[in-house]
């Protein structure tokens, strides 16, 4: 797989900051291109470093390529508005992350207060290196939860987090006029408003 910086958007910066973090966004227009194992698996590779609590990894990636029956299996969770555009996506995740863990020196498992947050990491690891390979992903949460557990075969003790479509970005030609006007990098708060030295502010 051939590595390639995210393209440059005009995202600035209040202070120093890589530019994979900057530049990475989430579309919705894909090309038609197909999306290999050996390349998602360098995604893959990437959410795998992650950090977790106890390093006990609770995250777990379910994925379909555009083309296999399980597409469509993956594909009608979503809710009709993510349907339409992530029906064209060379690939579909579901991020699932486990509930409980066994505890270094310990025999039986335990509940793990983290399992969301860390399985969060693992997607945002994830997201990075889509990014820096060329691709782009975007995350999702609107699907139905118990349809999508239930469709993916997804045991108890489990929670069915994102859903996540792949693909290469293309000009948005398949999104109808309204999604293509938002076809375009959002802005973020400024640090100040979600950083503060000390206690809990008024302000947040």
């Known amino acids: 797989m051939t590595h390639q ?12 900051a890589e530019r994979i973090f900057v530049d990475r966004w989430s579309p919705r227009g894909f090309t038609d291109e197909a999306l290999s194992d050996a390349v998602l ?8 470093w992650a950090p977790s609590s106890f390093n006990s990894q609770p995250w777990r990636f379910l994925y379909a390529l555009r083309g296999q029956p399980e597409f469509d299996v993956f594909l009608a969770p979503l ?17 699932i992350s486990k509930k409980d863990f066994t505890p270094p020196g310990k025999t039986e498992p335990a509940y793990s207060r983290t ?3 860390d399985a969060g990491a693992a997607w945002a690891n994830f997201a990075n290196q889509v990014a820096l390979g060329g691709w782009a992903a975007h995350g999702m949460s609107g699907f139905d939860v118990e349809a999508a557990t239930k469709a993916l075969g ?17 000009d948005g030609a398949k999104l109808p006029p309204a ?7 959002s802005d973020r708060l400024p640090v100040g408003e979600f950083v503060a030295n000390g206690l809990f502010p008024k302000r947040f």
């Open 5 to 16: 910086n995210a393209p440059r958007t005009d995202r600035v910066t209040d202070h120093p």
């Open 41 to 48: 698996y360098t995604f893959f590779e990437a959410a795998r």
């Open 79 to 95: 809710i009709e508005f993510n349907r339409g555009w992530a029906q064209h996506a060379a690939a579909l995740l579901y991020v």
């Open 115 to 117: 399992h969301s947050f």
């Open 154 to 170: 997804v045991p108890d003790g489990f929670v069915v987090e994102i859903a996540i479509a792949v693909g290469r970005k293309g």
């Open 179 to 185: 999604l293509l006007d938002r076809e375009r990098p």
